[in-house]
């Protein structure tokens, strides 16, 4: 039986087509995004100036894509709603959910993406 079609344990219907995973996921869809965006853009704006010979401002480098950023902590928060979704299933070794939940965690942790930096 695939992901897609296994039912949890107690429910009448695949995980797929629960209301609150699919609201969880395009939440999680929506704020990766923006996350994106804003570091594309940061990034678009320094490079517009730069070439046009102007150096880097304060402000620019305060905007600039590090911890300072909402990428780690959207990010850890996507692969939990994602994670949790999968249901118990997904903490095994052997699933490729649970590797990717421990990188994204792992990054949150590192130097630039802890949230004393934002």
Request: hydrophobic share 35%; no cysteine; aromatic share 6%.
């Amino acid at each position: 039986m695939s992901h897609a079609t296994r039912l949890p344990r107690g429910a009448k219907s695949p995980l797929r087509d629960n209301a609150v995973v699919q609201s969880n996921l395009a939440q999680a869809e929506v704020n990766l995004r923006a996350a994106r965006g804003y570091v594309l853009q940061s990034m678009a704006d320094t490079w517009k100036a730069l070439t046009a010979g102007a150096t880097i401002t304060v402000a620019q480098r305060i905007k600039y894509p590090d911890g300072r950023d909402p990428r780690h902590p959207q990010g850890a928060r996507s692969g939990r709603l994602r994670l949790h979704a999968a249901g118990a299933t997904a903490i095994f070794e052997n699933h490729p959910l649970e590797r990717r939940f421990r990188d994204i965690h792992t990054v949150t942790q590192q130097l630039q993406g802890q949230l004393r930096h934002f």
